[in-house]
């Protein structure tokens, strides 16, 4: 059973902003939303994490749905090396649930 | 900058060798993971430990087995190796605690013939 649901791939001009959504409706009140990025021929590093409020950081910002059962990765510019798989992750404990990502593609 | 490093980035194996894989962080990380990644599946977790000599069961543990003998190191074996067991082996590391992210090496490629 699937803890989160991501498009497959999506596409994005390069410096134009990016919306990654995730489908996590079954998420418990305790677990957290984490979003992770695999570049090619490297492991996933983390982008962004937060609980139940908006996050914002260096890399991107974090939108929570007031219920919580979706968030949105926002790139605000998209730059060839955001180029990568995105995965949206819950966090139970010390289990972090992957789904299998969104492969985005920036075209310049 | 933390390192997680694994030991090979390529490996070939034959159908029964029992084959180790190794990883290792440099940054006294309590809780190690191992993780494989297959095309249409995403990461799956096989095992990970929370402290030097505990473990515990992923999804996916049937068909291996984890060592954690010293804190910076966590092993993955593979006792019997099988052709299904090809995939993409992923180490990750992390601080106990809400905040920490994990932390990923760069990925062993094992292939069983």
């Keep these: 059973d699937a803890k989160t649901t991501q498009p497959n791939s999506m596409e994005s001009n390069e ?5 990654l959504p995730c489908n996590h409706s079954t998420i418990s009140g305790t677990d ?8 090619p021929s490297q ?4 982008v962004i994490h937060g609980l139940t409020s908006n996050v914002n950081n260096r890399m991107a910002s974090l939108a929570i749905a007031e219920d919580r059962k979706s968030s949105t990765l926002i790139l605000h510019r ?27 593609t920036v075209i310049p | 900058d933390v390192k997680v490093t694994q030991s090979s980035r390529y490996l070939v194996k034959r159908t029964g060798e029992k084959v180790f894989l190794e990883c290792v962080q440099d940054m006294d990380h309590e809780n190690m993971f191992w993780y494989r990644q297959d095309p249409g599946l995403g990461l799956r977790l096989i095992y990970f430990s929370y402290d030097v000599k505990m473990k515990e069961k992923g999804d996916i543990p049937e068909g291996y ?17 099988s052709t299904n067991q090809t995939s993409m082996y992923l180490c990750a590391s992390r601080y106990t605690g809400a905040l920490s992210p994990l932390h990923f090496g760069n990925g062993t490629r094992l292939t069983v013939t």
Excluded: M
Aim: charged fraction near 25%; include cysteine.
């Design chain 1, 32 to 39: 957290y939303i984490h979003w992770y990025r695999q570049l």
């Design chain 1, 78 to 104: 998209a730059t060839l090396r955001d180029a990568a798989v995105y995965y949206c992750i819950l966090r139970g404990g010390n289990q972090f649930y992957f789904g299998t990502g969104t492969s985005l």
């Design chain 1, 43 to 46: 492991g996933p590093e983390y």
């Design chain 2, 65 to 81: 087995s984890v060592s954690r003998e010293k804190k910076e190191r966590f092993s993955l074996i593979l006792e019997s190796a």
């Design chain 1, 15 to 19: 410096e134009e902003p990016v919306h």
